[in-house]
């Protein structure tokens, strides 16, 4: 028998670490073919099922490029735009908000503003202004600087919980302006993507990713593993405009808030009435507000901690400045008592302040008979 040198490395040693991981994972692929060929197929499967059954569930990626599998366009002056189409001409009816109104997850033709003139009488050319993160100061710059040369002669400002806590959390602090924003947009979907980017893209557009990530946050939330807690030190949360209790929040945050968004409605008002431009009210619910139902509400929030009526209170904002209100929250809750929400969800899946495209449609109609009724500017 030949003796090894002590100093030869012994052969178990040259196939660790990397070497040996990589001979590993060659031979259970050699060995385990068949069983890797069936796990793709189910997951193909799944994922072909998902798609035919639950066609909403698939492409929901959101980025500078794209939301919900459609391209991200914008105007010079900040319109969402669809494929393909010059800026229109300067609309009679411009739409505002925040990401609700924006579009995120649906296409630029699916949006309530893009929609509205298929139920209106007689003809009205839209906009689409809204934007992703975007408050009332925001809206105001935009209307001051970019839209009002010629001015719209309404605008329909569809107000969310989320656009109501984003008001008071930038109170003080520099925001971008339209033009920034856009510009700002710009850049992001101009940037190379990596491979990194296109697997990743990939994966979150799965409709089986979607379920198997949003039925595991829900689980969490139903174990209590997450829960709503809002950062005192920085509360930013569409909850607080409910009236969210929680004790180490900062004394009186939500009538702060309210009183701060009350300030900027009215500044936003005093510019349009400059302007000679009607401003029409709307107001947007959450999904967990609609009923009691599970589906409605897959986050399990705690809507006993719930103080603020908020619709009620924005409809009083509403009246003590003389604009037109319309709370969307019947006309969703009609439409559930019409249809299921697991079959009609009118929101982005595990999602309880987006709309998906029948959500947006929804909203057009609602508003449009609230405009054909009569006129609410006089």
């Given at each position: 028998m030949v003796s090894r040198p002590k100093n030869s490395p012994d052969q178990s040693a040259e196939l660790s670490g990397p070497r040996a991981l990589s001979q590993a994972v060659l031979r259970f692929l050699r060995t385990q073919t068949g069983l890797l060929l069936g796990l793709v197929a189910i997951v193909l499967g799944l994922e072909a099922g998902l798609r035919l059954l639950r066609p909403q569930?698939?492409?929901?990626?959101?980025?500078?490029?794209?939301?919900?599998?459609?391209?991200?366009?914008?105007?010079?002056?900040?319109?969402?735009?669809?494929?393909?189409?010059?800026?229109?001409?300067?609309?009679?009816?411009?739409?505002?908000?925040?990401?609700?109104?924006?579009?995120?997850?649906?296409?630029?033709?699916?949006?309530?503003?893009?929609?509205?003139?298929?139920?209106?009488?007689?003809?009205?050319?839209?906009?689409?202004?809204?934007?992703?993160?975007?408050?009332l100061r925001q809206i105001s710059s935009g209307l001051e600087e970019l839209w009002s040369t010629p001015p719209p002669q309404t605008v329909i400002l569809l107000v969310t919980s989320n656009m109501i806590g984003f008001t008071e959390f930038r109170r003080g602090k520099p925001g971008l302006g339209i033009p920034q924003v856009v510009e700002a947009t710009r850049r992001q979907a101009a940037r190379p993507q990596t491979l990194k980017d296109q697997l990743s893209a990939t994966i979150r557009g799965s409709a089986l990713w979607k379920v198997?990530?949003?039925?595991?946050?829900?689980?969490?939330?139903?174990?209590?593993?997450?829960?709503?807690?809002?950062?005192?030190?920085?509360?930013?949360?569409?909850?607080?405009?409910?009236?969210?209790?929680?004790?180490?929040?900062?004394?009186?945050?939500?009538?702060?808030?309210?009183?701060?968004?009350?300030?900027?409605?009215?500044?936003?008002?005093?510019?349009?009435?400059?302007?000679?431009?009607?401003?029409?009210?709307?107001?947007?619910?959450?999904?967990?507000?609609?009923?009691?139902?599970?589906?409605?509400?897959?986050?399990?929030?705690?809507?006993?901690?719930?103080?603020v009526d908020a619709p009620k209170r924005l409809g009083q904002i509403a009246a003590d400045f003389d604009l037109p209100y319309l709370d969307l929250t019947e006309a969703f809750r009609a439409a559930r008592a019409e249809h299921p929400p697991y079959t009609h969800p009118y929101y982005i899946p595990y999602d309880y302040t987006h709309l998906d495209a029948a959500g947006h449609d929804l909203v057009a109609r609602s508003l449009a008979e609230f405009l054909n009724t009569g006129d609410r500017c006089t």
């Open positions: 569930m698939a492409d929901l990626v959101y980025d500078a490029r794209r939301t919900g599998g459609h391209p991200v366009i914008f105007s010079d002056t900040g319109w969402r735009l669809r494929p393909g189409n010059a800026p229109p001409e300067p609309p009679t009816i411009l739409g505002l908000g925040d990401s609700t109104t924006f579009g995120t997850g649906v296409a630029a033709e699916e949006t309530w503003p893009l929609r509205l003139p298929a139920y209106l009488e007689g003809e009205s050319a839209t906009a689409n202004a809204g934007q992703r993160g975007g408050d198997l990530n949003g039925s595991v946050e829900s689980l969490k939330y139903a174990l209590g593993l997450l829960t709503h807690r809002a950062d005192p030190n920085d509360p930013l949360s569409p909850l607080l405009a409910y009236g969210w209790q929680q004790p180490d929040l900062p004394a009186g945050y939500s009538q702060r808030m309210w009183e701060n968004f009350e300030l900027e409605l009215a500044k936003l008002n005093r510019l349009a009435k400059r302007n000679d431009i009607c401003v029409i009210v709307g107001f947007l619910p959450s999904r967990f507000m609609l009923s009691e139902r599970l589906a409605d509400n897959v986050k399990f929030v705690p809507k006993s901690r719930l103080s």
